[in-house]
């Protein structure tokens, strides 16, 4: 299956920073999913972005699919972008998901 | 309209017992799939279904595991001599075409089933 990797792990960010966080994988893909799972452990949908660059707000994502990386770029921070963002690549239609970057934003 | 909906959204069961887990897809959605997380992981495919057939079950992990969907909507993860290491958050997600390529799938809030 696809291999995805993300970094940092972790990221603590003072209120009002800019932040960017990667995710790489290890085979050409049709669908790349950005998730934020709250501290209730929702998975919110951030962008669904196989290509090219999006933006909605205070975040925006980039995926270079033939250099096989995305990243998720958080301007900006609020307490509230607290929580573990996830970058999930199609896998022969499941999701194959990156283990996550914890952001904690501290006021 | 109405999101991805499962129940219950917490199970505490003893090892050995039998638990299912429900969940309602977005309505018109015929894609549904089953996820698992493990504390501090990414969460892991289950099985996909496409309309009421089961398309892969590649992720269940052993025979005590089994899912249906008999009316190609609501969905039930079964889970037969539960063991202390099925204690996990269980996610179903959906999407709205036949799964694959240029889907996007959307969540609902899990169920956190605890086995003691």
């Known amino acids: 299956g696809i291999q995805v990797e993300q970094s940092p792990p972790d990221l603590i960010l003072q209120e009002g920073a800019n932040s960017t966080l990667r995710c790489n994988f290890s085979?050409?893909?049709?669908?790349l999913q950005w998730f934020h799972q709250n501290p209730w452990g929702q998975l919110i949908n951030l962008f669904y972005?196989?290509?090219g660059t999006k933006q909605n707000g205070r975040l925006s994502a980039t995926t270079v699919a033939t250099e096989r990386y995305s990243l998720l770029y958080i301007s900006s921070s609020q307490t509230t972008d607290s929580g573990v963002y996830f970058c999930?690549?199609?896998?022969?239609?499941?999701?194959?998901f990156g283990a996550g970057t914890t952001v904690t934003v501290r006021a | 309209g109405a999101g991805v909906s499962q129940t219950p959204s917490n199970k505490v069961t003893e090892k050995g017992k039998y638990v299912e887990l429900r969940c309602d897809p977005i309505?018109?959605?015929?894609?549904l799939y089953w996820y698992r997380q493990s504390l501090g992981q990414g969460p892991e495919f289950l099985i996909y279904?496409?309309?009421?057939?089961?398309?892969?079950d590649s992720g269940l992990p052993n025979d005590r595991f089994f899912a249906v969907r008999p009316e190609g909507s609501v969905s039930t993860l079964k889970i037969q001599r539960t063991e202390r290491g099925d204690s996990a958050v269980y996610l179903c997600?959906?999407?709205?075409?036949?799964?694959?390529?240029?889907?996007?799938?959307?969540f609902g809030p899990g169920t956190r089933l605890l086995v003691l």
């Open positions: 309505s018109g959605h015929t894609a």
């Open positions: 997600a959906s999407s709205l075409g036949a799964g694959g390529y240029g889907e996007t799938q959307y």
């Open positions: 972005i196989p290509s």
């Open positions: 085979d050409s893909v049709n669908n």
């Open positions: 999930a690549v199609e896998d022969d239609y499941k999701l194959s």
């Open positions: 279904f496409q309309g009421t057939g089961a398309a892969d």
